[in-house]
């Protein structure tokens, strides 16, 4: 693995995780919401059987994000990093590429679908509006923070960041998400993976059974019985299908 460093269009420097292979075929990783380019340890494993395929991956923090630049996180800022992520595999002479996301990842894959993207591998996709209640997950003082200022500070864990930035157009955008319009436009095949066993991925479940009505007829809808939006306890089984569908179709 090599950490490798990059510029998104507003001259801020990205964070990576390159693992590189001989092969011209990469798959570029991105990351949930307020997290990082190893999403828990899932990013790393995912990358490591990737690289036994014979592909390179790149996982990076979003702006805002990780080891990345400070930046307050919204949705358009993230597409634009990844947008600048395919800028740099390309200039790196990768010829093939695909896309992994998560949960809001999955967002930012969609929306920065070009004719260049082979395939793409969502897992806890969000392909439809879904409406948060933001009191369950920040404090009293935070919404009172959003309220006043449009933003909410999130303390991390992380070594390297004490603290995200996390913009209200960012909490609004779940809920303006406009299905047919996202999707319209995507034309490759894509594997959409979702758990059945907690409310947001339900939710998310359920929109997805929508979507994969207008995405082409060789994407796929795959429930992993028992899994929660995280899929924590059941990451191995994203990761063979992860792995199956991009031996197919890259």
Not at 120 to 143: C, D, R
Not at 192 to 203: Q, R, V
Request: with cysteine.
């Amino acid at each position: 693995m090599e950490r490798v460093t990059f510029k998104n269009s507003r001259n801020l420097t990205l964070v990576g995780n390159l693992y590189p292979s001989i092969s011209n075929s990469i798959i570029l990783m991105c990351h949930g919401f307020t997290s990082n380019k190893y999403s828990k340890g899932r990013f790393e494993k995912l990358a490591t059987a990737f690289n036994e395929c014979g592909f390179a991956a790149l996982a990076f923090d979003f702006s805002g994000c990780g080891e990345s630049d400070d930046d307050s996180l919204t949705i358009e800022k993230e597409v634009d990093d990844l947008k600048s992520a395919i800028l740099y595999v390309k200039s790196k002479g990768y010829e093939k590429i695909a896309l992994y996301g998560h949960s809001l990842g999955t967002l930012i894959c969609l929306k920065s679908y070009i004719p260049e993207i082979i395939t793409m591998v969502l897992s806890g996709a969000l392909t439809g509006p879904m409406k948060y209640n933001w009191n369950e997950f920040f404090t009293k003082e935070q919404m009172q923070e959003l309220k006043e200022k449009g933003y909410i500070t999130e303390n991390t864990s992380e070594e390297v960041r004490e603290t995200i930035i996390i913009d209200r157009k960012i909490l609004e955008g779940f809920e303006l998400i406009n299905q047919e319009e996202l999707l319209k436009k995507v034309k490759c095949p894509i594997l959409l993976i979702h758990g059945n066993n907690d409310e947001e991925e339900k939710l998310a479940y359920e929109r997805s059974k929508t979507a994969i009505k207008l995405l082409s007829t060789d994407s796929r809808l795959e429930v992993i019985n028992g899994a929660n939006h995280n899929f924590l306890e059941y990451f191995d089984i994203v990761i063979k299908l992860a792995v199956d569908w991009f031996k197919t179709y890259i």
